[in-house]
């Protein structure tokens, strides 16, 4: 190893609070595929990706369902998923920053790093899909956990101790938001309400319009990333039709009301 790979080595070692016996495998962890593009025999995080990705869904997994006996299986099934997923899991990289590490030579994954580093200040806990965080990130969170992993020989206990550490505060059902499209559709039924999501315009524009009753309450876009724009718009119809609802009362409300 080089001297500058030991001191990478070192200042792993300390965010993760965890002392690697294979230095190797932390160099392997922080390693993008563009990093020695187009050398496809080199060692990259891929492969400690898949198995850090399979061993922390199911700590979360186990987690979550000690923590919470009582709660259907549904719910538990957002929590996990709360924590670990692509946003969560950026998140913590950018906490920590560990970002700073990630040995690459793709050209817009800084700036997309940047963006998304900025864009967090909006959302303190989790946007619930209305943010596009950059897969490196969440990546290589799930890399170094699979080095863990591997170092500790196969220890799920010394693997929870690292990552519950770096991703605290921990999702819970106080701070676990909804997915704006789910909220969507539940205020639409809860008012007898009819919703649509009309996805026509996108091949033209990048477009999304939300039709209630007939009507269009809102419209978002987002680059070419049609979930994030589809999310944004579903987000941006929940607050009209919230505000609407607010202003009057929603048992005598007509279309025409509601719409003029």
Known sequence: MTLEEMELVKEIEAIMAYKFKDSKLVIEALTHSSFYYPCKSAATYERLEFIGDAVLNCLVAREVFVSYPDFAPGLLTRLRAANVDTE?????????????????KAPQLDKQIQEFRESLLDYPIHSNGLLDPPKALADVVESLLGAVFIDSNSSLETVWE?????????????????????????LCQKNRMEVRFLREKWDESTCIDVMVDGNMVASATYGNKKEIALNRAAKAAVDCLKNMLANENPLSLTQTDLFS
Do not use: C, D
């Open 88 to 104: 969560k899991l950026a998140r913590v990289a950018v906490s920590h920053e560990l970002y700073r590490f990630i040995r690459h």
């Open 162 to 186: 690292v990552y519950r550490r770096l991703a605290e505060p921990l999702i819970n059902p106080k701070t676990l938001g909804k997915h704006p499209v789910s909220e969507l559709h539940e």
